[in-house]
């Protein structure tokens, strides 16, 4: 397991753009695959992007993918969640996710068994 933190959540109006970041305590995220997840209130925690370990496959939400994009910086120690044209059902808390060298993106929380604490992402109409 690796520990995670999130940072980049915020309050912010419908339209606008947020940058979330998920780093390694310790330790780069070059043997992770790694995702993003959101959990709103009274909802089940659901994918929005993830990106495999080797950096050679991408995955969006159905929800969410003409408005967001995965990347890793080049020394791989920080993982991005670019949100683009906010909507107020964006509000939810964001949580990073990561397994090590996994050849997939699982969808499913259980495919993934290090997690980060969450930000929170507040949308206002």
């Known amino acids: 397991q690796v520990q995670l933190v999130e940072s980049g959540g915020g309050l912010v109006q419908a339209g606008d753009s947020l940058s979330l970041s998920c780093a390694a305590s310790?330790?780069?995220?070059?043997?992770?695959?790694v995702a993003w997840f959101r959990q709103a209130p009274g909802k089940e925690r659901e994918i929005v992007a993830g990106?495999?370990?080797?950096?050679?496959?991408?995955y969006y939400g159905e929800s969410v993918k003409d408005r967001v994009s995965i990347s890793r910086d080049n020394a791989k120690t920080r993982v991005y969640l670019q949100m683009n044209s906010l909507k107020p059902e964006d509000t939810a808390i964001y949580y990073c996710?990561?397994?090590?060298?996994?050849?997939?993106?699982?969808?499913?929380?259980?495919?993934?068994?290090?997690w980060g604490q969450g930000t929170q992402v507040t949308v206002s109409s």
């Open positions: 990106i495999v370990w080797s950096g050679d496959f991408l």
């Open positions: 310790g330790r780069t995220l070059s043997a992770y695959t």
């Open positions: 996710a990561a397994q090590r060298y996994s050849n997939s993106i699982p969808a499913s929380t259980n495919g993934y068994d290090s």
